[in-house]
């Protein structure tokens, strides 16, 4: 079981990696599936953690639609 604050860093690390899958979309979709991942484990968290990870999902989610977008 991971804490609260481990919870803060995975929403951080989402939304960090989020805003680098929108700036490079083009190269890494590994890194919005990751942002996604932690996004998502950041929502189990208190409220600062569930603000980040909710962020991260949603720059994860954008960057991942834009990546299938070009290759559909």
């Known amino acids: 079981m991971t804490s609260d604050s481990d919870r803060i860093l995975f929403g951080i690390l989402s939304v960090i990696l989020g805003i680098i899958s929108i700036a490079v979309f083009d190269f890494y979709a590994i890194i919005a599936l990751i942002a996604i991942v932690l996004g998502a484990m950041a929502l189990q968290g208190d ?22 977008s070009q290759y559909v």
């Open 47 to 68: 409220e600062v953690g569930k603000v980040f990870g909710f962020v991260g999902l949603i720059l994860g989610i954008v960057s991942a639609v834009v990546i299938l």
